[in-house]
Structures are given as C-alpha cells and as structure tokens.
C-alpha cells in the first residue's frame, strides 16, 4: 500500500513539475539582467566627472555602439556553433565565459579601471550574449507546442528578456549609486555563474536532447508573413536606432540636463523596460493586429508621441520622461513583436528569416550611438549649444529614425495596395 501511494505521488510530480522550457526563459531572464545593467554600469563609470580620459562627451556611446557591432557579428558567425555543438553547452560556455569577465571587473583583475577595459569587457560579453541568445532561439525554435499558438509562446520568451532588462536596469542605478560599480560587476558575477551551474545541472540529466518532437508545420506559417515581416524590419531596425540612442545618451544627459541621480536615471529607463514586459503580456492575447496593415504602422507612431514628450520636457521634469518612455516603450515593444512573429510564419527560409530578424537588430542598436556622437560632434563645431544641452542631438537623432521609419511602412503599404488593384 505505501509504495503504490509513493509510486502514485512520484507520477503526480513528474506531470505537475514545470516543462524544461522554462529553465530557458528563466535563463533568459537572468542573461537579460547582464544586458542592459552591464553597459549601464559601465557607462555610469565612464560619464564619471574627474575620469583620468577625455571627458567629451561620447564614449559611453561609442562603447554601445561597439558592443551591438560584436553581437551583430556574433549572431551571425558565432551563432552556428550551436548546429555543430549543440545548443546547451554553447548556453553552459556563455555564461561561463560572462561569468569571468564580471569577475575580472569585480575584483580588479587588471587594476585600476581604464578606458579600453570596459570595451574590452564588453565586447567579449557581447559576443557571449549573442552565442547565448541564439542557441536559446534556437532550443526553443525545436519546440512547437500545438496547445499553445506562436504569438504566446513568442511572448513568453520576449517577456524572459524585456522582464530581465527592466531589473538589470533599475538595480543598477541605485546599487551603483550606493555600493560602486565593482559591487555591481561582482553581482552580476553571481548570475551569470548561476545560469551556468543550471545549464550543466540540465546538461547532465539531458544532454541536448530537444525539448520537444513536433516540427514546423502549416499552422506555423503564413503565406501573408513574408510583406509584414519586411515590413517589420524596417520597423524595428529604425526603432532600434531610436532606442539605442536613448539609452546610450541618457546616463549622462539625465545627470547633466536634468541633474539626476543614478538611481533615478536607471529606474526612469527601466519604466520603458516595464511596459515592454507588460506589452510582451497583454498583446499576444489580442487578435485583430495579426495581418492588418493599418495597425502594425499605427501603434508604432506612439514612439514619436513619447520622443516629443521627451524633448519636450523642462529639466528636471522626471513625470514628463516617465510619461515619454511610457508611449515609446509600447510603440518599440510592438514594433519589436512584429518583427519576430512574422519573421516566424515565413512560407520558406524559416530559421534564415529569424536571423534576419536578430541581424536587424543589431544593425540598428549599432548606428543609434554612432549617429548621435556625429550629431553631437556637428552642433559641437557649429556651436550655439551647452555642454548640458548637447545630449538633446541623439533625441534629434532618434525622432528622425521614427518618422523615417513611419514613411518607408507607409509608403510601401500603398505601394502593395496600389499592386494588388
């Protein structure tokens, strides 16, 4: 009687117990901490008033746009190691691997900070993160769940990210502002190592085995995908533009501008973060955007409404960029959706499609700082612009990539009306 009643209890956990696929998402979320509240950290150190390199205003832009060059080129060439490897000792070697270099920043492995170590820490963390993200894509890419639909499973993923983001961003600020970066660098440290131990825990039990045995099949893609997943790109290509360009230009704009602390900085841009995860909840459940032209270009004008809130708003005025980031982080997380399911639900080329879709990404991440440093430089040598006001140039900059984008989406969706008539 007791070992039916223990074999029976054994049988209701192994149904009950949580599905491999969330280790990832929980993986995610955790790598996502690192993503963002990495290069905030660091840019945090290099705005620092007193460093003993140049204090023009620039290379904390400059670092972002170098990290987003290393993940574009990552995505591409180092992303199919996981075809060849495997997908989970790539995650297991990534994390490990971002795990030394938190380390090596932590504990001053090469002394005293110095401009080129942050890009040499970072670059190798975003080479890392690309390799991570992609073998992640690509597990879960494997696994096709019939009971639950794409956009579901597309916005549990994308809520892993944009929720680890939104915490990496927020505790920064303050535990930066309060312990040091080396504090920070040690805790994200711990992280990473602890996404490690949990790859090869399930390294171990697994292997790399797949979590699931159904494959792409017609209910997964659509023969509309292909227009409205090139229409998303450009979507979120030039939405990158704009959001790299916030984040990168606001750690010393919000400090010299709008004379706020780095708490306050870090939780302002984790608010954008915020309302990502909530859209990546709330918008898969809503059908009627799937397909339609008019509301896939219109949600993303919201981006504009939050840009000119943003521009707009006196200094010191945190309730006015709360409100900015508010609409700008809805429009950038839908635009951002739109690009991923559609890229998924291509009649052909399906996995080629999805690394388009990361490729984008980076691309655009990348030309976001640099823009604005050019920009920056230009108002710099015309003149006529404070010190303080100088961070406004990459607000300029990332307005324009909104309302380019806007016209190129709009354009050819009249282009593809006039042709089907």
Not at 196 to 221: P, S, Y
Not at 250 to 268: A, M
Not at 273 to 283: D, E, G, K, Y
Request: aromatic share 16%; net charge positive; charged share 15%.
């Amino acid at each position: 009687m007791y070992k039916a009643v223990v074999e029976e209890s054994r049988r209701f956990v192994w149904k009950r117990k949580m599905p491999r696929k969330y280790i990832y998402y929980f993986l995610t979320a955790l790598l996502a901490v690192i993503n963002l509240g990495g290069i905030l950290n660091a840019q945090f150190v290099i705005v620092m008033k007193g460093q003993p390199w140049s204090s023009a205003f620039g290379w904390e832009l400059i670092l972002a746009g170098f990290g987003a060059l290393i993940y574009a080129a990552g995505s591409l060439f180092i992303a199919p190691l996981s075809d060849k490897f495997g997908r989970i000792p790539c995650i297991a070697a990534s994390c490990f691997i971002i795990c030394l270099m938190q380390a090596m920043m932590g504990f001053y492995v090469l002394g005293a900070y110095q401009l080129w170590h942050f890009f040499f820490y970072w670059g190798t963390v975003c080479l890392a993160i690309s390799l991570f993200f992609t073998s992640v894509e690509g597990l879960l890419s494997d696994y096709q769940d019939r009971k639950k639909p794409l956009e579901r499973r597309l916005g549990l993923y994308c809520l892993s990210w944009a929720a680890g983001d939104m915490v990496g961003v927020y505790m920064t600020g303050y535990i930066k502002e309060a312990f040091g970066a080396a504090a920070m660098f040690r805790i994200f440290g711990g992280i990473s190592l602890t996404a490690f131990v949990i790859a090869v825990v399930d390294w171990l039990r697994h292997g790399d085995k797949k979590m699931g045995d159904a494959e792409i099949a017609e209910a997964d893609i659509h023969p509309k995908a292909s227009f409205h997943a090139s229409l998303g790109r450009f979507g979120i290509f030039w939405s990158c533009v704009a959001f790299s360009a916030i984040l990168a230009a606001f750690p010393r704009f919000g400090r010299d501008y709008h004379k706020l602390s780095e708490g306050v900085i870090g939780g302002i841009l984790s608010l954008n973060l915020f309302i990502c995860a909530v859209t990546f909840i709330v918008f898969p459940l809503w059908k009627k955007w799937q397909y339609n032209l008019r509301w896939q270009i219109g949600l993303q004008g919201l981006m504009a409404a939050g840009l000119a809130l943003f521009l707009a708003a006196p200094s010191g005025s945190v309730s006015m960029l709360r409100l900015g980031l508010i609409f700008f982080g809805f429009g950038w997380s839908v635009a951002y959706f739109f690009s991923i399911f559609y890229s998924l639900t291509v009649p052909a080329d399906h996995a080629k499609s999805g690394g388009m879709h990361e490729a984008v990404l980076g691309l655009g991440n990348l030309i976001g700082p640099i823009a604005s440093v050019g920009a920056m430089a230009l108002a710099e040598r015309a003149g006529g612009v404070s010190s303080e006001r100088i961070g406004f140039m990459a607000f300029y900059i990332a307005l324009a990539a909104v309302l380019l984008s806007f016209g190129i989406q709009f354009f050819k969706s009249l282009r593809r009306n006039e042709k089907r008539l």
